[in-house]
């Protein structure tokens, strides 16, 4: 047993230097082992948006939300189990991510097909790519070979998924502490171009005094009217679940109007807003305009710093494993 363990280890180091992946991610990764396994989720991720056209903006906030905490592994999808407590209940997931249900039925049907041979954390990578594109977003190779995580952090995922109230200093920060940088942070926000928010998410921003006013000058009144409308739909306690899209013109399509909105005082979330009104001369806000202007260039760098975030502090190798079931671990099943 001993022995045989240590040429499967040496094995696996080995398969490591020739496919130059070396713990890292690669392109292909099921090629041989699941060669449907790519097609089996775009295909159900088609049908889920078809049903649920706010499907797409779920499941890639659940990339995003995975690779924020230990790394893209799959915790965000533990269940509560025995001495596992899910990243579920933590604050910025309750009650508003969605999409577990449809990653189970792809779990299931790529379980079928080859059990025991893609990882949960693969599923939500390919997920993101897929809902970005059939939102008319770009697409991109996918890197694979990630494995599922044993463990999860309730504690991680309120500590490190940034709030909607964050300062941009507090997003760089944020952002920094996985390796992203501020470019990064910019063209990922363009995420908040599909999808809704919840008026707890951003009461604070029609409530706080305008302190815009000098910046958006001529359109100060159009500014305030969307406050207004948003401060009468969300006015009281009862409402904070009440959804608004976060990307008021387009909000089911994926594409750069979103800083087309930022630039006209209209990002939902203070989070969005601080890429305008924190930066008004300097390098944050010119690249908001750049992207404002130019849909392919925003594009290429959403793609780009999505293969970065889905790259954050993988296992591979002999890491973790590939679960059965992705809410649980294969020891509790
Ligand atoms: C920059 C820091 C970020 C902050 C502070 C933030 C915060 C939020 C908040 C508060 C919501 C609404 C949740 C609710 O009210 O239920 C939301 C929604 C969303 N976020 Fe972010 N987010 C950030 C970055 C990202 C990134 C990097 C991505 C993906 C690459 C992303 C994708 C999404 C999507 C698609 C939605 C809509 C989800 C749906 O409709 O189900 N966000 N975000
Ligand atoms: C964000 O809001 C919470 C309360 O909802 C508050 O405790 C926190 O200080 C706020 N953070 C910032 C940066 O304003």
Redesign the pocket.
């Given at each position: 047993m001993e022995v045989k363990m240590k040429v499967w280890i040496a094995v696996m180091a080995f398969w490591g230097i020739i496919d130059g992946s070396d713990g890292n991610l690669m392109k292909g990764y099921y090629k041989e082992t699941c060669p449907l396994a790519e097609e089996i989720v775009r295909h159900n991720v088609q049908v889920a948006i078809l049903r649920d056209p706010r499907m797409a903006a779920s499941l890639l906030r659940l990339h995003f939300h995975d690779c924020f905490v230990l790394g893209c592994d799959g915790s965000v999808l533990l269940d509560t189990k025995g001495e596992m407590v899910s990243e579920k209940e933590a604050t910025p997931n309750a009650n508003s991510l969605r999409g577990f249900e449809v990653i189970d039925y792809i779990k299931y049907l790529l379980e079928e097909a080859c059990p025991l041979t893609v990882s949960c954390s693969d599923i939500l990578a390919m997920a993101a790519r897929d809902s970005v594109f059939l939102r008319n977003g770009p697409w991109w190779e996918v890197l694979l070979g990630r494995r599922d995580s044993l463990k999860a952090s309730l504690e991680g995922a309120n500590r490190y998924i940034p709030?909607p109230?964050?300062?941009l200093e507090?997003l760089i920060a944020n952002f920094k502490e996985q390796g992203l940088d501020v470019d990064d942070l910019i063209a990922l926000s363009g995420a908040h171009t599909m999808g809704k928010a919840r008026c707890v998410s951003f009461k604070?921003r029609i409530t706080q005094p305008n302190t815009e006013q000098t910046f958006y000058d001529d359109r100060f009144k159009r500014h305030d009217t969307f406050r207004r409308v948003l401060r009468a739909q969300c006015r009281d306690s009862t409402r904070d679940n009440l959804l608004t899209p976060l990307d008021i013109v387009t909000p089911s399509n994926f594409d750069n109007h979103y800083f087309v909105n930022l630039l006209r005082g209209r990002g939902l979330l203070i989070s969005d807003n601080v890429l305008v009104s924190e930066d008004h001369e300097g390098y944050v806000f010119k690249r908001v305009w750049d992207y404002a202007v130019d849909r392919d260039l925003f594009f290429a760098d959403f793609a780009e710093s999505m293969l970065k975030m889905g790259s954050i502090n993988v296992l591979t190798g002999v890491d973790g494993e590939i679960r059965k079931s992705c809410r649980f671990v294969n020891a509790w099943i």
């Open positions: 709030a109230n964050s300062s507090g604070q």
